[in-house]
């Protein structure tokens, strides 16, 4: 469980204080959205934008924000650094570390909106990432009113899946569903469970994730709050067991194709766009499904 605790709050806000090299430290996530529908086991999430990055991209400055059980740092958003550390109590922060420069231009380059068909690939990236992770609400830590100038013009972005990604999410699901199942035919299971959570059902949930907002219902990434915006038969096809046996294993990779196709069906039929139909793959599938049966 996530909790704040007393001082978590001015902890962090003193902390970023004594750091001559943090410009802004600025929260953001559901804790500080609107309608971000944090309760007691949401983390804390931060931008931490420094002059001096490479100082935080291992983590041990998490030492400095109290009694700290563990830390790590992974890429995130392309190339920046986000450290998730969790503190006494089990309560969760994570840390993305951006440089300054970088903000300061991606800031600027929005009080010109209407350029943005000349901003170099990397600028839109980081524009983008902005708009995504910072419009739904944000809370200034420290930076005073430039950065909340700043960060006044970063609005709200949520990207619509492009008919290019929709493509590669479906080719991507295809050809690993073949890898993962020789996987499983040749005794490997554990290999193949993890490639059927890695990659089936992460390809899965995101195909489910646009087919909602298509539908006009609302939903969330990365598989957050699925129980509340997947539909009783998706709950269903994205519950199958994957303990390592063959038999278990190729009935839910059965289960999680067939949800894939019907999925993948609407989200064609909303917009239009056209797929393979993988017809050499869903007949070479379907001899083992049948042997499972059997």
């Known amino acids: 469980m996530s909790d704040s605790g007393d001082g978590w709050d001015s902890a962090v806000s003193a902390w970023a204080h004594a750091q001559g090299d943090i410009r ?99 600028l839109k990236s980081g524009v983008t990432n902005l708009r995504i992770v910072v419009g739904p609400g944000w809370k200034m830590i420290k930076g005073g009113n430039l950065w909340e100038k700043r960060y006044s013009r970063i609005t709200p972005e949520r990207p619509w899946l492009t008919e290019a990604e929709f493509r590669g999410k479906c080719g991507e699901f295809w050809t690993q569903l073949v890898w993962v199942a020789k996987k499983v035919e040749r005794g490997e299971f554990r290999a193949g469970q993890r490639g059927f959570h890695e990659h089936l059902l992460e390809n899965t949930f995101r195909i489910l994730q646009e087919e909602a907002r298509l539908e006009g219902r609302q939903s969330y990434p990365l598989a957050r709050r699925a129980e509340r915006w997947l539909t009783p038969e ?32 609407a989200v064609s039929t909303k917009t239009g766009w056209q797929t393979r139909d993988n017809a050499e793959v869903r007949a070479w599938l379907a001899g083992l499904f049948d042997e499972v049966r059997q």
């Open 24 to 122: 802004a430290l600025v929260q953001i996530g559901s804790r500080v959205q609107t309608s971000g529908n944090a309760d007691s086991w949401s983390d804390y999430d931060y931008q931490l934008i420094s002059s001096h990055p490479e100082k935080y991209h291992d983590g041990s400055f998490a030492a400095g924000l109290g009694r700290c059980w563990a830390y790590g740092a992974s890429l995130a958003f392309g190339n920046a650094v986000k450290v998730s550390a969790v503190f006494d109590g089990a309560l969760e922060a994570d840390f993305v570390v951006l440089r300054h420069f970088e903000v300061v231009l991606a800031t600027l380059a929005l009080r010109w909106p209407g350029t943005s068909g000349l901003w170099p690939r990397r």
């Open 234 to 265: 998706q709950i269903e096809a994205t519950s199958g067991g994957t303990r390592p046996d063959r038999d278990a294993l190729i009935a839910a990779l059965r289960q999680v194709a067939d949800m894939f196709s019907k999925s993948c069906a």
